[in-house]
């Protein structure tokens, strides 16, 4: 491919589809559908004046944020810090949206799961520490320090059940190890393919439940909904690491928390459900299929958020060790023994 | 037209670092165009929010690295901690024999493992 065409390619991805401006529609969409399905869990409206069922809600409200409201300095903060963090965060999403099918351009390498942590693990987590730093306040400091004892149960929980799909498709001599798009386009073989026995494709499918339960766990934990949310406990902590954010520094702050939902949900569809497959992306039953996946990965998201109550910090701690740390750790050991 | 580029995982890390930077340079771009502040000199902004207190109280203004690291120390390896030192400390001596000659013993069979398994494979 020409190289001029290629860069061409590569910003229309970040910044046009799916990136930054694709993507951020998208996140505000699945903010607006975790809120109305959660309140209609709990008996209450949800968002309903703007838009059609409210479904424009999250838009008003983010610019309205960054375009009415004024930020509040303060005597110790640098909003500038507070903006560079919470734009590393959402560079480096968007960038990691670049190693999956869905994009136009797609950036792939023998074992490049390790620029997908990278973006998708590290530097959103980098952020979230330059983001407390800037705006130091009580509730801020105990919220980070809560929410790096939960991170570093979750983050290796998190690789460990996306690690299992690409460990047990090396099977599979003609596929690239340990990348995200091959792993992405032919993962729906080890949901179907009974041909290296029975057993072992029970084994199989064992393994990728085990991890796909594993990294819903983590995802709720990392993105802080409800059963984990002690990192931002409003009763107690105001908001933990957002406390001092107003105005356009809590719309970006906003926003950034709502790709993590977004992406996290949209890399375990494709990663462990295969995008669009058995179809094709650009057909219509591939886009539905794409859509119901991930909608319904969404779902339970909500679902969870809408049923649990929150764990204290050493609970959210001990209940992930538990029912996922361990589970996916001994999963993978098995995929890799397999 | 969709196509794909294989890279090398070095290369790819750069790049995608590339692209990171660029979106963080559009997102402090856009902050910059349309971001206002409340009040304008050092004297007009606001004191920090502690639940109505004021900020006297603070021992701290800035966060301390201790605080994050002990966070992390106190909460997850608190009960790693506690166990050892409650398999250790029981007041009978021989149980710490015990432990420590058990701790040995798993290093040496380690050890002899890891020399066996190089004589075998070669280096």
């Given at each position: 491919m020409d190289i001029a065409l290629a860069i061409g390619y590569t910003l229309f991805s970040l910044l046009i589809f799916p990136g930054f401006i694709t993507i951020s529609a998208i996140s505000l969409l699945v903010e607006w559908f975790v809120r109305k399905t959660v309140a209609r869990m709990q008996n209450r409206m949800g968002?309903?004046?703007?838009?059609p069922i409210g479904i424009l809600q999250p838009f008003a409200d983010f610019f309205k944020l960054l375009l009415v409201k004024r930020y509040i300095d303060q005597r110790y903060s640098n909003p500038l810090l507070a903006v560079v963090g919470v734009g590393v965060g959402i560079g480096a999403l968007t960038a990691g949206?670049?190693?999956?099918?869905?994009?136009p351009i797609r950036f792939s390498s023998p074992y490049d799961v390790i620029v997908f942590i990278y973006l998708m693990i590290l530097w959103p987590f980098i952020s979230l520490i330059i983001i407390s730093l800037a705006w130091p306040n009580p509730f801020v400091v105990a919220g980070v320090s809560r929410a790096i004892a939960l991170a570093i149960v979750t983050e290796p929980t998190l690789v460990a059940s996306i690690l299992i799909p690409m460990t047990i498709i090396r099977r599979y001599p003609d596929i690239t190890p340990y990348s995200v798009y091959y792993t992405s386009t032919n993962v729906w073989r080890l949901w179907i393919d009974t041909g290296f026995g029975i057993p072992q494709y029970i084994a199989t499918l064992i393994l990728l439940i085990v991890s796909l339960i594993t990294s819903i766990i983590a995802i709720q934990s990392k993105i802080l909904l409800?059963?984990?949310d002690i990192p931002e406990a409003e009763q107690e902590l105001i908001a933990g690491y957002a406390t001092e954010f107003s105005g356009p520094i809590y719309a970006f702050y906003r926003l950034f928390h709502d790709m993590k939902i977004a992406i996290l949900i949209l890399a375990i569809t494709y990663i462990l459900l295969g995008g669009p497959a058995p179809f094709k992306h650009l057909s219509i039953e591939g886009f539905l299929t794409l859509l119901a996946k991930y909608i319904t990965l969404a779902f339970v998201v909500s679902l969870v958020r809408g049923a649990f109550g929150r764990f204290r910090i050493d609970q959210a701690i001990t209940k992930i060790i538990k029912y996922a740390l361990t589970p996916s750790i001994i999963a993978l050991i098995i995929s890799f023994v397999m | 037209m969709a196509s794909t580029i294989i890279l090398n995982p070095i290369d790819l890390m750069l790049i995608s670092s590339l692209l990171t930077a660029i979106l963080l340079v559009l997102v402090i771009a856009i902050f910059r165009a349309l971001a206002k502040k409340e009040g304008s000199s050092v004297e007009d902004s606001s004191a920090m929010y502690i639940?109505?207190?004021?900020?006297?109280?603070?021992?701290?203004?800035y966060p301390s690295t201790d605080a994050l690291y002990w966070a992390v120390l106190k909460r997850v390896f608190r009960n790693v901690y506690n166990y050892l030192v409650n398999s250790l400390h029981t007041g009978n001596v021989l149980d710490w024999l015990k432990y420590m000659s058990m701790w040995y013993g798993f290093l040496m069979i380690l050890a002899i493992l890891i020399v066996m398994i190089y004589m075998v494979m070669g280096w």
């Open positions: 968002p309903a004046y703007v838009g949206l670049l190693l999956f099918p869905l994009s409800k059963p984990f | 639940g109505g207190e004021h900020e006297n109280i603070l021992t701290l203004k």
